[in-house]
């Protein structure tokens, strides 16, 4: 599904403040992979993201998304197949529109007819918003034409994660989506992300940093650090992993210890 | 008194274009588009122009033409050539000046021999005196029901996105070059308009009728806004807020016509547009200094 081969990216080159942010990153996932990653302080996770959705252009390598070679392909054209989630929940929406205008925004994005640019929702799609809106369980049905910017981080999160997902995406980027929210609602957020994903076999990859939801969830973990993966765990091998053997096995693979001041372990 | 009102209300729909188009750039797009004078002058030129040679009609879409392609350059300079946007509005602004010198052939030119759309439909006999205002309120609902459509669809809510959010803008298959540059076209393709309908209801165009639109046009909004929105969003509400600030700014200026007070209202308009705009941040500082002397005196009492 997602192919990247050889991907580098340098900041900064030929100053002091040269940082090699990716260095020849191989990765490959197949279609309905949902695979969580998780890394030390500025072990390249976000830029990893930054380069599969074209915030900037790779230096060196290649990367194919279903087939299409995306590597030069401008940010807002890869985003038409790719959803993204940030840590912040004001990331996502826009405040001074109303909810039922955020959702036809990400809805009308899929519409690819000749006068697609003036295509507008009709009865039955505000219908689908309404029926989409509530399987968040939030009441979010009922305030459809209120603004955004009225909504809770989580509630707006959710609203994010369905704008994202209403549509399936070819591949959905989560960049630590549930950090910002307090320990409920990050679950809350978390158990519709797993639900959705499923429900829609979307290909999913995940930053946290909670080590227990890198292991629960999906069928793949990575583990980076200096720009690399170091650390890339599947199939029977992911099944009974503890947290420990987790740190452990990074501290073989990376030649140190996990380092990240946010980790939660438990 | 009759005359004073209807007057008031033809140039306060007219004008209501210039507050639209500033609604659309500045309070959807977010960006402060000083191409408006210039284009609004543009717009007069064309248009005088077009009539000259007896199509007053033709001359409506003609000066939107120019009107947009003038936006197309501020925005052109501003998405791709990494100019600041106010400066790109002033630059196109400033080089505007030759052009509608070019277009008119000389500083100002007069229609009174040429049919304007005012005109022809006076010479119906249809509405009677009221006939500018018909005509005027006609063309502004026209573009007041396409805009309201327009925003909602899927282009239109890319083009408010753009101006509410960017990084979702980024992540959300929208290309903010081109959504701010049909932002920037349609809303000097409006203040062209408004300065075609001004060349035409006023039989002449002259080189200065843009001076000062950007700022006539966004104390129409802020009094709009302060009287009708009060911050509640919605698109409807907003458009409607506009024309009803441009509607009682041409009354206030009526009223300081009538009482021979003109030379000071230009300061006047400057000082509410820059209070309005300062609001929030004086609202900041005053209720900033009343915490402050509320603690010191309590502390004061405290040491007692």
């Known amino acids: ?31 309905g992979d949902f695979i969580t990653i998780v890394g030390s302080n500025g072990a390249g996770k976000s830029t990893l993201f930054n380069a599969i959705s074209g915030v900037f252009f790779a230096d060196a390598g290649s990367i194919v998304l279903d087939g299409e070679d995306i590597t030069f392909q401008p940010e807002y054209r890869r985003s038409r197949e790719i959803g993204r989630l940030f840590q912040d929940p004001m990331k996502g929406t826009a405040p001074h529109m109303t ?66 997902t209403m549509v399936p995406p070819k591949l959905l980027l989560l960049d630590e989506h549930t950090a910002a929210l307090d320990p409920g609602t990050a679950e809350k957020v978390l158990a519709l992300t797993k639900d959705i994903v499923a429900r829609q076999n979307i290909t999913c990859l995940m930053v946290t940093h909670n080590m227990k939801n890198a292991l629960e969830l999906g069928n793949r973990t990575l583990m980076m650090d200096a720009g690399r993966i170091v650390l890339d765990i599947g199939g029977e091998e992911r099944k009974g992993l503890t947290v420990e053997d987790l740190l452990s096995r990074f501290r073989a693979g990376a030649g140190k210890d996990l380092d990240n001041d946010r980790i939660l372990l438990s | 008194m009759l005359t004073i009102v209807q007057t008031a209300l033809e140039a306060g729909v007219i004008y209501a274009l210039v507050a639209l188009a500033l609604f659309l750039s500045y309070t959807i797009l977010d960006i402060a588009d000083l191409t408006t004078d210039g284009a609004f002058t543009l717009g007069c030129a064309v248009s005088a122009t077009v009539c000259l040679t007896g199509h007053p009609v033709l001359a409506l879409p003609m000066a939107m033409l120019a009107g947009a392609a003038a936006g197309f350059v501020t925005a052109f300079l501003q998405t791709k050539l990494g100019v600041p946007s106010i400066l790109a509005g002033i630059i196109t602004n400033f080089g505007l000046y030759s052009v509608n010198l070019t277009v008119m052939g000389s500083a100002n030119v007069n229609l009174y021999k040429s049919d304007t759309i005012f005109s022809l439909v006076k010479e119906t006999g249809f509405a009677g005196s009221w006939h500018k205002l018909l005509v005027a309120s006609v063309v502004v609902l026209a573009v007041c029901v396409l805009l309201v459509l327009f925003l909602g669809t899927r282009l239109g809510l890319s083009i408010r996105a753009t101006g509410d959010n960017t990084d979702m803008v980024r992540a959300s298959s929208i290309n903010p070059v081109f959504t701010i540059t049909v932002g920037l076209c349609l809303a000097n393709a409006m203040t062209a308009l408004s300065g075609a309908l001004i060349a035409q209801y006023q039989k002449s165009a002259d080189m200065n009728l843009g001076t000062g639109m950007v700022v006539l046009g966004l104390a129409s909004l802020i009094i709009g806004q302060s009287v009708i929105s009060r911050g509640k969003s919605g698109i409807l509400r907003g ?33 509410i547009v820059a209070l309005a705009i300062a609001a929030p941040a004086l609202k900041d500082y005053f209720l900033l200094q009343r915490r402050k002397r509320a603690a010191l005196s309590e502390r004061r009492r405290g040491a007692c």
């Not at chain 1, 309404?130 to 809770?152: F, H, N, W, Y």
């Not at chain 2, 300081?256 to 308009?269: E, S």
């Open chain 1, 99 to 164: 909810i039922e205008e955020n959702l036809a925004l990400a809805y009308l994005r899929a519409v690819k007819h000749q006068r697609a640019f003036f295509s507008r929702v009709n009865k039955e799609d505000k219908a689908f918003f309404r029926e989409q809106l509530s399987l968040l369980g939030m009441g979010l049905e009922d305030r459809m034409r209120q603004p955004v910017g009225l909504l809770s981080g989580g509630q707006r999160q959710a609203l994010t994660l369905l704008m994202a």
């Open chain 2, 239 to 271: 458009v409607v807020a506009v024309v009803v600030g441009s509607l009682i700014y041409r009354a206030i200026y009526a009223v300081a016509l009538k009482f021979n007070v003109t030379t000071y209202l230009k300061l006047i308009t400057a000082v």
């Open chain 1, 1 to 31: 599904m997602l192919k990247l081969s050889g991907v580098s990216k340098t900041f900064n080159p030929g100053t002091v403040n040269e940082k090699k942010a990716l260095t020849d990153v191989d990765l490959r996932l197949e279609r």
